[in-house]
Protein backbone atom coordinates (compact mmCIF):
# COMPACT_ATOMS: atom_id res chain seq x y z
CA UNK A 1 0.00 0.00 0.00
CA UNK A 2 1.64 3.03 -1.09
CA UNK A 3 0.39 6.63 0.61
CA UNK A 4 0.54 10.10 -0.75
CA UNK A 5 -0.09 12.89 1.67
CA UNK A 6 -0.92 16.43 0.67
CA UNK A 7 -1.94 19.42 2.42
CA UNK A 8 1.00 20.88 4.74
CA UNK A 9 2.27 24.38 4.60
CA UNK A 10 2.77 27.95 6.91
CA UNK A 11 -0.19 29.39 8.11
CA UNK A 12 -0.55 32.06 11.45
CA UNK A 13 -1.16 30.95 14.31
CA UNK A 14 -4.81 30.65 14.82
CA UNK A 15 -5.36 29.37 11.25
CA UNK A 16 -6.22 26.85 9.33
CA UNK A 17 -5.44 23.72 6.82
CA UNK A 18 -6.28 20.39 5.76
CA UNK A 19 -4.33 17.57 4.93
CA UNK A 20 -5.02 14.81 2.65
CA UNK A 21 -3.70 11.13 2.18
CA UNK A 22 -4.46 8.89 -0.30
CA UNK A 23 -3.94 4.89 -0.09
CA UNK A 24 -3.40 2.84 -3.47
CA UNK A 25 -5.62 0.07 -2.05
CA UNK A 26 -8.39 -0.49 0.78
CA UNK A 27 -7.04 -0.16 4.42
CA UNK A 28 -8.95 -0.80 7.96
CA UNK A 29 -8.09 1.88 10.19
CA UNK A 30 -6.10 5.04 9.19
CA UNK A 31 -4.77 7.85 11.10
CA UNK A 32 -1.83 11.20 11.45
CA UNK A 33 0.99 11.43 13.69
CA UNK A 34 3.56 14.13 13.68
CA UNK A 35 7.05 15.17 14.61
CA UNK A 36 8.46 18.02 15.84
CA UNK A 37 12.19 18.36 15.72
CA UNK A 38 13.93 16.91 18.59
CA UNK A 39 10.89 15.03 19.55
CA UNK A 40 9.59 11.30 18.94
CA UNK A 41 6.55 10.54 16.75
CA UNK A 42 3.08 11.17 18.30
CA UNK A 43 -0.26 9.85 17.36
CA UNK A 44 -2.28 13.04 16.45
CA UNK A 45 -5.59 10.93 15.33
CA UNK A 46 -7.24 7.85 14.13
CA UNK A 47 -10.22 6.78 12.60
CA UNK A 48 -11.33 3.31 11.80
CA UNK A 49 -13.17 1.62 9.11
CA UNK A 50 -16.05 1.95 10.94
CA UNK A 51 -15.84 5.44 11.70
CA UNK A 52 -14.88 5.79 15.47
CA UNK A 53 -11.60 8.71 15.96
CA UNK A 54 -8.94 8.96 18.67
CA UNK A 55 -7.59 12.04 19.08
CA UNK A 56 -4.51 13.50 21.20
CA UNK A 57 -5.60 15.61 24.01
CA UNK A 58 -3.57 18.66 22.46
CA UNK A 59 -5.26 18.62 19.42
CA UNK A 60 -9.19 17.72 20.81
CA UNK A 61 -11.87 20.44 19.86
CA UNK A 62 -9.39 21.95 17.05
CA UNK A 63 -8.71 18.89 14.81
CA UNK A 64 -10.85 16.86 13.04
CA UNK A 65 -10.23 13.38 10.96
CA UNK A 66 -12.92 11.88 8.54
CA UNK A 67 -12.16 9.26 5.64
CA UNK A 68 -14.11 8.94 2.21
CA UNK A 69 -13.52 4.94 1.91
CA UNK A 70 -15.18 4.91 -2.26
CA UNK A 71 -11.40 6.76 -2.39
CA UNK A 72 -9.43 5.66 0.47
CA UNK A 73 -8.44 9.31 1.47
CA UNK A 74 -8.08 10.02 4.86
CA UNK A 75 -8.52 13.92 5.98
CA UNK A 76 -7.05 15.87 8.45
CA UNK A 77 -8.83 19.33 9.03
CA UNK A 78 -6.46 21.53 11.68
CA UNK A 79 -8.48 24.48 12.95
CA UNK A 80 -6.91 27.12 15.53
CA UNK A 81 -3.44 26.11 14.92
CA UNK A 82 -0.91 26.94 17.47
CA UNK A 83 2.87 27.40 17.57
CA UNK A 84 3.26 23.88 18.79
CA UNK A 85 1.35 22.06 16.23
CA UNK A 86 4.37 22.63 13.97
CA UNK A 87 6.14 19.19 12.76
CA UNK A 88 6.18 16.82 9.78
CA UNK A 89 2.88 15.08 9.29
CA UNK A 90 2.63 11.42 8.56
CA UNK A 91 -0.07 9.32 7.66
CA UNK A 92 -0.46 6.28 8.55
CA UNK A 93 -2.68 3.06 7.44
CA UNK A 94 -2.82 0.01 9.41
CA UNK A 95 -4.76 -3.03 7.39
CA UNK A 96 -5.11 -6.09 9.35
CA UNK A 97 -4.18 -9.86 8.20
CA UNK A 98 -4.33 -13.23 9.45
CA UNK A 99 -1.03 -12.85 11.35
CA UNK A 100 -1.90 -9.51 12.73
CA UNK A 101 -1.03 -5.83 11.21
CA UNK A 102 0.57 -4.47 8.39
CA UNK A 103 1.65 -0.40 9.11
CA UNK A 104 1.75 1.70 6.35
CA UNK A 105 3.54 5.02 6.02
CA UNK A 106 3.52 8.36 3.52
CA UNK A 107 6.25 10.28 3.18
CA UNK A 108 5.27 13.20 5.47
CA UNK A 109 3.84 16.83 4.99
CA UNK A 110 5.26 19.94 6.82
CA UNK A 111 3.12 21.87 8.83
CA UNK A 112 4.74 25.26 10.46
CA UNK A 113 2.61 27.06 12.17
CA UNK A 114 4.58 31.05 12.36
CA UNK A 115 3.92 34.73 12.84
Known amino acids: VQLQASGGGLVQPGGYLRLSCAAS?????MGWYRQAPGKQRDMVARIFSEGSTNYADSVKGRFAISRDNAKNTVYLQMNSLKLEDTAVYYCNAVRYTAWGTDNYWGQGTEVTVSS
Open 25 to 29: DSINA
